[in-house]
């Protein structure tokens, strides 16, 4: 296990298309790093430079403080897991996990301990005599994670290794992967178009959009405290409700206009409420965590904090009732779909709210769902950065 450091590391290909710009990150030795962003962001090429498969346009890769640059793939010590691993088919399992320690030579016994140590964590032990054409998808995939593993490479690069895997199976192999690579401490970065996955691995997150970071952070970091809207929008399921509001100041009252309701801001942190007294007047991007809207049957805030509106639908979860509610606003006070393309997100003011499973909220009904002034979020209509 090793530190890595990505030094401004930017990658323009033949046609002129900055796939990665000047992406600076720097892992601790045993961090799990996750990259996350939509399809087409950059990631895969990111983990490409770092494996030395394509070579970066300006930057550079450090491995325990040693540059990477010239250093040939097979030379930098580092494992890669994709999406369309492949296994060797006429191998046994034991034998595809034993393979990397044959070639390094190592002594019989150990090589046999260390196989056992990882099929145990990988549940893999009943399979041993198996070959891969055998197994399920989900077996194969621990093969080769297994396999990519037992050599204790400095770093364990792994792109999308579970896309190919059904839903329960993936949930399952999050938690495995994350045992495994704690029980090597091996330096691992990781790459997905999943925030859940992001969210749910990694020790901190980094997100990308266009080959440019837009945050890196730990989970609760990127969610709690997004710095700008494609981060807010991204991180976290269901997705923040964006709408527009206008901010009101006047001596000590600090309130929000939400299209026809206002809601009394003067519990706001001393902080949020300076830096959201500039925004007089204005309009801003106001964020709504859907968990954070609750029934105020279930609710120990005061009412007053409230917001209200028309269910159009509940989805009864089990663990939750999502209700899909409409906004008492004025239509000026909706997102519209003339704005920037990024926060024009909906014709109507709906918003999402998970609520108690226990909730009587019923469709087409009138309901206050209570909310806390400092779990809103604000963001600058402009520059789309959060107001803090
Ligand atoms: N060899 C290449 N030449 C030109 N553009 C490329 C090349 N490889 C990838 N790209 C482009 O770079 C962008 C990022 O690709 P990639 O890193 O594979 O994204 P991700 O893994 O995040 O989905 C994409 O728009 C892709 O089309
Ligand atoms: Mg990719």
Do not use: W
């Amino acid at each position: 296990m090793s530190t890595l450091d990505l030094e401004n590391l930017t990658k323009k290909f033949e046609s002129g298309f900055v796939a990665l710009d000047s992406l600076s990150v720097s892992l601790r030795s045993g961090e799990f790093l996750v990259l996350v962003g939509p399809s087409g962001c950059g990631k895969s090429t990111a983990l490409r430079l770092v494996a030395g498969l394509e070579q970066p346009t300006s930057g550079d890769v450090r491995l325990g403080s040693k540059s990477m640059l010239g250093v040939p793939p097979r030379d930098r010590d580092m494992s890669m897991v994709f999406q369309n691993y492949a296994l060797y088919p006429q191998m046994t399992v034991f034998q595809n996990i034993e393979f990397p320690l044959r070639l390094r030579k190592i002594a019989k016994d150990k090589r046999t301990s260390e196989v056992r140590r990882v099929v145990e964590l990988l549940q893999l032990s009943s399979q041993l005599e198996k070959k891969p054409a055998q197994l399920s998808g989900g077996q194969r995939q621990r093969v080769a994670m297994g396999r990519a593993l037992i050599r204790q490479p400095q770093l364990s690069l792994m792109d999308e290794p579970l896309s190919n895997l059904d839903a329960q199976l993936r949930v399952q192999m999050r938690g495995d992967i994350r045992s495994l690579q704690r029980e090597f401490g091996t330096t691992t970065v990781y790459v997905t178009h999943d925030q859940t996955e992001a969210m749910t691995m990694g020790d901190r997150v980094a997100v990308l959009r266009d080959g440019l970071l837009q945050q890196i952070g730990s989970p609760e970091e990127v969610f709690g405290t997004p710095k700008n809207l494609f981060v807010a929008r991204f991180i976290g399921s269901p997705s923040m409700n964006l709408v527009y509001g206008s901010v009101q100041s006047e001596a000590n009252k600090l309130s929000l206009r939400l299209g026809s309701q206002t809601l009394d801001l003067s519990s706001l942190s001393p902080a949020k409420a300076e830096a959201l007294r500039r925004y007089n007047e204005r309009r801003v991007v106001v964020g709504i965590r859907p968990h954070t809207l609750k029934d105020p049957q279930f609710s120990q805030l005061k009412v007053g904090y409230s917001l209200r509106g028309v269910v159009r639908l509940r989805e009864s979860l089990g663990t939750e009732i999502v209700l899909h509610f409409a906004i008492d606003a004025d239509r000026a006070g909706a997102i519209r779909s003339d704005e920037s393309e990024e926060v024009a997100l909906v014709q109507e003011t709906r918003i999402i709210a998970c609520v108690d499973p226990a909730s009587t909220a019923r469709e087409q009904q009138t309901v206050d769902l209570v909310i806390e002034p400092n779990r809103l979020h604000f963001f600058d209509p402009e520059t789309e950065l959060a107001i803090a």
